[in-house]
Nanobody, 130 residues
Framework: QVQLVESGGGLVQAGGSLRLSCTPS????????MGWFRQAPGLEREFVAS????????YYADSVKGRFTISRDNAKNTVFLQLNNLKPEDTAVYFC???????????????????????WGQGTQVTVSS
């Protein structure tokens, strides 16, 4: 039931940059809020960033604020995550997710939760070496 496909992960040195892309496999996500989550081995899946349907509002976890940027190009039905100044603690599998709403939970002042998203990709590995 994979609905999204992530790409762009890889191995990068600390301080380096990476850009992740997320594209649909089966449907149009241009009217949906989108998010990025990540999961390190043995840990819970955690919120990274989210964006509303037209890109007017973006939201970030405190741990990535100022370093990561989420964006979207609805003409291409694609969502991006620009990761700058990467740290070893950013190492994780990064997942793209779609929510059946124009706005993410953060828009309403709610904590972002993985179960608030309806569609997921299989993830792309980001490894940051020290």
């Amino acid at each position: 039931q994979v609905q999204l496909v992530e790409s762009g992960g890889g191995l990068v040195q600390a301080g380096g940059s990476l850009r992740l892309s997320c594209t649909p496999s089966t449907r149009d996500f241009t009217a949906y809020a989108m998010g990025w989550f990540r999961q390190a081995p043995g840990l819970e899946r955690e919120f990274v960033a989210s964006i509303d349907w037209n890109g007017g509002s973006t939201y970030y976890a405190d741990s990535v604020k100022g370093r990561f940027t989420i964006s979207r190009d609805n003409a291409k039905n694609t969502v991006f995550l620009q990761l700058n100044n990467l740290k070893p603690e950013d190492t994780a599998v990064y997942f793209c997710a779609g929510r059946r709403s124009y706005y993410p939970g953060s828009y309403y002042g709610n904590q972002e939760r993985a179960h608030d998203y309806d569609y997921w990709g299989q993830g792309t590995q980001v490894t940051v070496s020290s």
